[in-house]
T-cell receptor, first 115, second 114 residues
Framework: AQTVTQSQPEMSVQEAETVTLSCTYD???????LFWYKQPPSRQMILVIR??????QNATENRFSVNFQKAAKSFSLKISDSQLGDTAMYFC????????????FGTGTRLQVTL | NAGVMQNPRHLVRRRGQEARLRCSPM?????VYWYRQLPEEGLKFMVY????????ESGMPKERFSAEFPKEGPSILRIQQVVRGDSAAYFC????????????FGDGTRLSIL
């Protein structure tokens, strides 16, 4: 079974600074997908970024980028130029390419952006 | 272009009652997933359905819980004889295909058991 670990329960960053959220996972699959979802206080689950394991290039979406290290099974999220609206819970998630393709989530990192 | 619609947003039930949670997937999406989020925890997979079929229910409790996704209408997650431990946020997600398509989430239903 796959597992996803987020070792930072809480993080804080000042506005306009850069912060990196850590995620490691465990799987025996060779091809899979990794995601970061954001959950603001409104409780919506918002897809931030997605990475396909067979692609070596790290995914980027505006201020959000990932550092995907397949051999180390590491998938960290970097938020540049942090904004107050980035304050939220961030969940790392894994999905295989099998029949179900269900998401396995980590326990989340609560990010607080301060003035 | 409506997203995933869940209703109700909040549901209050007394112990022993039934809870019905509804999910209408995004237009063009035929794959539906249900997840449960207990307070201060991440989301846990419950069940995956396609139209009229349950594909994977490995995360769903064997008793009191059931799910369906009929040919017409929304997907329904049904919890019979609710207990306090069922209090949680229940999220529905949909995707166009499985695997390489990301799942888009609804706003969730917060179930409170008195």
């Amino acid at each position: 079974a796959q597992t996803v670990t987020q070792s930072q329960p809480e993080m804080s960053v000042q506005e306009a600074e850069t912060v990196t959220l850590s995620c490691t996972y465990d799987t025996s699959e060779n091809n899979y997908y990794l995601f970061w979802y954001k959950q603001p206080p409104s409780r919506q689950m918002i897809l931030v970024i997605r990475q396909e394991a067979y692609k070596q290039q790290n995914a980027t979406e505006n201020r959000f980028s990932v550092n995907f290290q397949k051999a180390a099974k590491s998938f960290s999220l970097k938020i540049s130029d942090s904004q107050l609206g980035d304050t939220a819970m961030y969940f790392c998630a894994f999905s295989d390419t099998g029949t179900a393709s269900k998401l396995t989530f980590g326990t989340g990192t609560r990010l607080q952006v301060t003035l | 272009n409506a997203g995933v619609m869940q209703n109700p947003r909040h549901l209050v039930r007394r112990r022993g009652q039934e809870a019905r949670l509804r999910c209408s997937p995004m237009k063009g999406h035929s794959h539906v997933y249900w997840y449960r989020q207990l307070p201060e925890e991440g989301l846990k997979f419950m069940v995956y359905l396609q139209k009229e079929n349950i594909i994977d229910e490995s995360g769903m409790p064997k008793e009191r819980f059931s799910a369906e996704f009929p040919k017409e209408g929304p997907s329904i997650l049904r919890i019979q004889q609710v207990v306090r431990g069922d209090s949680a946020a229940y999220f529905c997600a949909s995707s166009r295909n499985r695997g390489n398509q990301p799942q888009h989430f609804g706003d969730g239903t917060r179930l409170s058991i008195l």
